[in-house]
């Protein structure tokens, strides 16, 4: 029997409500009961007339209520409305014969309950009562996010303040295009709670409809409207209208996940970024900087008080960098570089240099085929070198030239300095003009005009007869240990200690055979020199480099500051130890130890 009261009034926000039909695609077969059996109730709190309460009291049967606040399957639950409004409900069950739904139910609320959305979230969402507030998708350049998508884990429930992301993409990589940036979505309480969502990356469209934000449980729910998106990921979901999980709301960012649901694709959780577009609309936006050392002017006026001559590095020569100055490949030896570009040769680009004199800031490039520049410089606080001639550009590796940017200049990235305190190394960069990054160039000092093989480093003897291999962690990596105050070298090192002294960086280039991989192995492994110095300052992992099996590589560590002695000093390969059928088989020998 059906219990219903006249005086029915709905308790979520909104206008009047289209509500889709609940009947599922697919249902088992069996005895279907008849809507007239279905008993239940939808009573309005003699206390608010803003809150409804609904109950299921058809026995053993799942609800399942339709609701202006979304889907509901609690056999008991409460919904609440702020706004005048005429409301529709819908109640159903799921019978051994199928789904089952009663007519749909129209309540008319007259009155107004702001208490309901007297909330921070509300606010922060809409701007307020009387208020409205838009969102975009956030394109990476407002310094909150890195683009408009991440991807989570399904294997873990995404919720409030407590989710994790396995992807953190640019907006590049998941495609996003111009036209997924111009969409809109404004959010309002201009009477009820309104979403008008304008897409023109799906037809140029723009959709009008109601919504409800669940502060309890950050869900939000939506009608006639579906929030923005990647056009290109739209179809991957089922369910855009209802309890979309809201991960994070300020007053300029929010933060949203949707299910990844389409059972010919992979499942995830998307999370979309959004900005609010006011913020957006008056950011300032300012790149990143490289961060040069402290008084790294007086380093560089010290070291060319008189004249310095700077020559390609014979190793690393050329790389991209970030716009903080770090190296986007960290290509250490010509091994290291790809065949799209192809190795460095010195004998095309070794005759190349540019002395400067900080007395009279005079430069002097040599060009590859003997061609000589004379002119001045400037250099600013930002380390921005500035030339009255043109710096000549030439062929560097393959396609690669090495040239100033669009407007004649070369900044300076990094810095590199021996326990002296003068300049040893120094990568220079030039402003590509349509992305955000720079092409780098390594240059190599030769105080006085001395040899053109760059500073000489120190090579440091080292017994392979002591060289511990393995995984004495037991972590699947496959450890090269040269010295570790808490291994097996400890007692019988291979290396004197006392001679790890050095402030620019230190090489060791090693070989390794008779790796067998297993079938499923995944081939390819991320390999890095561990070190930590006696008082362990500093102490950090150095450049990561790529080991795929037998074969000879260079690993390299550059400290924060100078290095004396080691506590730990090891090559890890990491997760390469697992994956090598008999781990007793491998060899290998430390080739050399050079420190600058």
Not at 246 to 263: F, S
Request: hydrophobic share 35%; proline share 5%.
């Amino acid at each position: 029997m059906n219990t219903r009261k006249l005086n029915i009034f709905v308790a979520l926000l909104g206008l009047v409500l289209a509500f889709a039909s609940c009947q599922p695609d697919e249902f088992s077969l069996g005895k279907i009961i008849s809507k007239d059996d279905l008993q239940y109730s939808i009573t309005q709190n003699a206390d608010d007339p803003n809150m409804i309460i609904l109950e299921s009291l058809t026995p053993e049967m799942t609800p399942l209520w339709v609701t202006p606040a979304g889907r509901s399957t609690e056999l008991k639950d409460t919904v609440k409305i702020a706004f005048p409004g005429e409301y529709k409900f819908v109640y159903g069950v799921e019978s051994a014969g199928g789904f089952v739904q009663a007519d749909t139910m129209v309540i008319s609320i007259t009155t107004t309950n702001l208490s309901y959305v007297d909330d921070p979230l509300w606010n922060m969402l809409t701007g307020g009562v009387g208020e409205s507030k838009t969102w975009i998708l956030d394109n990476g350049k407002y310094g909150l996010t890195n683009g408009p998508m991440y991807f989570a884990d399904p294997s873990r429930e995404q919720v409030w303040g407590n989710y994790e992301i396995n992807w953190d993409p640019s907006g590049s990589s998941v495609g996003a295009t111009d036209q997924d940036y111009a969409a809109e979505m404004t959010f309002d309480l201009i009477g009820g709670p309104h979403l008008t969502s304008y897409k023109p990356n799906e037809g140029d469209v723009t959709e009008q409809g109601v919504f409800d934000l669940n502060v309890k449980n950050h869900t939000l729910s939506t009608t006639d409207a579906t929030i923005i998106r990647l056009a290109a990921i739209a179809p991957n979901a089922k369910n855009w209208n209802t309890n979309v999980k809201v991960l994070d709301l300020t007053e300029n960012q929010l933060r949203v996940a949707i299910y990844r649901d389409n059972n010919d694709e992979q499942e995830w959780w998307y999370v979309f970024n959004y900005v609010s577009k006011d913020y957006a609309d008056n950011y300032q936006y300012a790149d990143p900087e490289p961060e040069l050392p402290d008084g790294w002017q007086d380093i560089i006026s010290k070291t060319v008080s008189t004249t310095i001559v700077w020559k390609l590095s014979e190793s690393n020569p050329l790389d991209w960098a970030n716009l903080d100055g770090s190296m986007m490949n960290g290509w250490q030896a010509p091994e290291d570089y790809p065949d799209w570009l192809g190795t460095p040769d010195p004998s095309v680009y070794g005759s190349f240099s540019m002395t400067m004199n900080s007395n009279d800031q005079s430069v002097v490039f040599v060009t590859p085929d003997g061609t000589t520049t004379n002119g001045t410089y400037s250099l600013d606080d930002k380390g921005i070198y500035s030339f009255d001639v043109t710096v000549p550009s030439f062929t560097l590796i393959n396609w690669a030239s090495f040239a100033p940017d669009a407007n004649n200049h070369l900044r300076i990235l990094q810095i590199k300095k021996d326990l002296s305190g003068n300049v040893t190394d120094m990568w220079v960069g030039a402003r590509d003009a349509s992305a955000p990054q720079y092409t780098a160039f390594h240059l190599v000092a030769q105080t006085g005009g001395g040899s053109d093989n760059g500073p000489q480093g120190t090579e440091i003897a080292f017994d392979n007869s002591k060289l511990v291999i393995g995984d004495p962690e037991d972590k699947g990596n496959l450890r090269l240990e040269l010295y570790n105050e808490y291994g097996l070298t400890k007692a019988d090192p291979g290396i004197n200690t006392a001679d790890l002294v050095f402030s620019n960086r230190i090489d060791v280039t090693f070989t390794i055979s008779g790796i067998t991989l297993k079938d499923d192995a995944v081939g390819n492994y991320d390999a890095s020199m561990y070190y930590a110095d006696a008082d362990w300052t500093p102490n950090a992992n150095g450049d990561v480099i790529q080991v795929n099996g037998d074969g000879t590589y260079t690993v390299s560590y550059s400290p924060e500051s100078d290095a004396e002695g080691a506590v730990v000093f090891v090559i890890d390969i990491l997760g390469m130890g697992a994956d090598i059928t008999d781990l007793s088989a491998v060899t290998a020998t430390i080739d050399k130890v050079v420190t600058y």
